[in-house]
């Protein structure tokens, strides 16, 4: 099975804070604790970038608790931790565009939400982070209005990996609540 999660800003302070956790240790934990209910060995996880940010712990000590062959899409705090091991080692994939196609059901995996991506004209889907939950910049509101387009950060999926149907229900739910289709 597959799974997308992004954002999860392993071991970064200021996002413990406003995720409203009392420490970066009980944010750490739910995460992985999460992850780890929901992924097997056997699954695929695509990493939708910013999976950790100003850890003072070693980047190993989070990748070696994490289920799953994990795929990663860089993002704009990736590339401190990334320098700090072998990445061969952890993943079987790294790219700052990933794309993958399952059963005939395409979908491109990047940090950053996209106007455009492979195979959109033929159902293909986009799965985004960096936003997090942000609902006040203008942006999130138009990336609403994107059909096919998905955002997979833990902020709005109940701080776990999901699957490519329930990032598209939640988005759906999110849309119907807020009077977008």
Request: overall charge neutral.
């Amino acid at each position: 099975m597959d799974f997308f999660i992004a954002d999860t800003h392993f071991g970064h302070d200021k996002i413990r804070a406003l995720r409203g956790f009392a420490s970066v240790e009980e944010m750490d934990t739910l995460l992985i604790k999460n992850w780890n209910e929901r992924v097997s060995d056997n699954d695929h996880v695509y990493i939708v970038g910013d999976l950790m940010y100003r850890n003072a712990r070693p980047a190993t000590d989070y990748l070696s608790q994490l289920n799953g062959k994990k795929h990663l899409a860089i993002g704009n705090h990736d590339r401190a931790w990334m320098k700090t091991v072998n990445l061969a080692d952890w993943f079987e994939e790294v790219g700052f565009i990933l794309e993958g196609d399952r059963k005939g059901s395409y979908f491109t995996v990047s940090h950053y939400p996209m106007m455009d991506w492979y195979r959109r004209r033929h159902g293909a889907h986009l799965i985004y982070g960096h936003i997090h939950n942000n609902t006040c910049d203008p942006y999130f509101h138009f990336l609403q209005t994107v059909p096919q387009a998905y955002n997979a950060g833990v902020d709005v999926n109940d701080m776990k990996p999901v699957t490519l149907s329930e990032l598209i229900r939640n988005t759906a739910a999110y849309r119907a609540a807020h009077g977008r289709r």
